[in-house]
T-cell receptor, first 113, second 114 residues
Framework: GENVEQHPSTLSVQEGDSAVIKCTYS??????FPWYKQELGKGPQLIID?????GEKKDQRIAVTLNKTAKHFSLHITETQPEDSAVYFC????????????FGTGTKLQVIP | DAGVIQSPRHEVTEMGQEVTLRCKPI?????LFWYRQTMMRGLELLIY????????DSGMPEDRFSAKMPNASFSTLKIQPSEPRDSAVYFC????????????FGPGTRLTVT
């Protein structure tokens, strides 16, 4: 089955700096890669996703990149703000019909004001 | 829309007791997922329903766990008998269709088994 590894497990950045979280996956058939943000006491919430036919996607201050050859994808947050502090999860899945979503182990991001 | 609703939000019980967690998915969503989150194992899929039918229960840890979805607006996850290692946060999520779309997570139930 799919295996998703995520690094780092914790990340502290100064407000205004950038944060980068990296993930690798094992199943070359995976072609859908969502990122979730989990705030304290809440369930994960999708913040951005990317499909295998796209190498990069951007939404305001967040962007994701995908390298299918190397089987890794990354989340980039620019101009970080204190409200970005949360746990971030990457995930990988196939698409079409039922495809199990496999989550990474999470990165706890702390933005220091 | 109220989003995915889970109850109770917190449950503390003694080892050996039966525990029932409840979930109401978003109206119109026909796929429902139960996840378990722990520090050691992260976020694990326990079971997936599509149109009220269990499709994949390979993540259910053992026979002590069972899940039902009697109708499109309600699902339960039952643990009987409960054990301290079942302590975790249990999330329910729902989504539309069978292709990959966004999963909407509920707020979770924090279960503590003493």
């Amino acid at each position: 089955g799919e295996n998703v590894e995520q690094h780092p497990s914790t990340l502290s950045v100064q407000e205004g700096d950038s944060a980068v979280i990296k993930c690798t996956y094992s199943d070359s058939a995976s072609n859908y890669f969502p990122w979730y943000k989990q705030e304290l006491g809440k369930g994960p919430q999708l913040i951005i996703d990317i499909r295998s036919n796209v190498g990069e996607k951007k939404d305001q201050r967040i962007a994701v990149t995908l390298n299918k050859t190397a089987k890794h994808f990354s989340l980039h947050i620019t101009e970080t703000q204190p409200e970005d502090s949360a746990v971030y999860f990457c995930a990988a899945s196939g698409s079409g019909g039922y495809q199990k979503v496999t989550f990474g182990t999470g990165t706890k991001l702390q933005v220091i004001p | 829309d109220a989003g995915v609703i889970q109850s109770p939000r917190h449950e503390v019980t003694e080892m050996g007791q039966e525990v029932t967690l409840r979930c109401k998915p978003i109206s119109g969503h026909n796929s429902l997922f139960w996840y378990r989150q722990t520090m050691m194992r992260g976020l694990e899929l326990l079971i997936y329903f599509n149109n009220n039918v269990p499709i994949d229960d390979s993540g259910m840890p053992e026979d002590r766990f069972s899940a039902k979805m009697p109708n499109a607006s309600f699902s339960t996850l039952k643990i009987q008998p409960s054990e301290p290692r079942d302590s975790a946060v249990y999330f329910c999520a729902s989504r539309t269709g069978t292709s990959v779309y966004e999963q909407y997570f509920g707020p979770g139930t924090r279960l503590t088994v003493t």
